[in-house]
């Protein structure tokens, strides 16, 4: 397996958050103007993650290597917005928030398939992307000009697959409505 990351993933209730992540995201939220998310919050997510090996070359000299051996996420979804708050020891708190209506959701299986397929026709079968679990999000972000993608990466378990299946549920439901 290639993996990246080793991760660990739980349901959690807004009170049960560490008290530095829940006032950056209530701080981010009433600066965009989203409401009381961590109080109308649908569910709640934490993951933990811990690097495996060393990023790239390339990544580490471009500065887009994380800069943590270990972070933790936290996605948040409310009726209206999705609110992913990422902490580590360099880093620090950095929090987004996105309209769910405006949401586009790309599982990690199908990003593997296309660099993949991507690879393959290029005549590079030397190295192959990474194995991982998890949905890139695309998405108009808090403060953006244009839209990009985030990634959320989970656990391979019935906590991470609750996580994905339950953010794809509120998106739908947001879009239909």
Known sequence: MNRLYERTTRRR??????AALRAAVT???????????????????ETWSVRLRKPGLLSRLTGTAD????????VVVAPRYLVVAVEGKRRGVD???ARLDSVSLSES??????AREAAASAGRFGRLPPDDFGTSVTA???????ASSFYIGVSDDAEGRALLDELHAAVTRAKST
């Open 13 to 18: 209730t807004t009170s049960q958050l560490d």
């Open 67 to 74: 800069p943590d051996t270990a972070h933790r996420m936290v």
């Open 140 to 146: 108009l972000w808090s403060g953006a000009r244009e």
């Open 27 to 45: 701080a981010h939220s009433e600066a965009h103007q989203l409401g009381d998310v961590l109080g109308t919050a649908v569910n709640c997510h």
């Open 95 to 97: 929090v987004l928030s």
């Open 109 to 114: 299986s199908e990003l593997r398939r296309l």
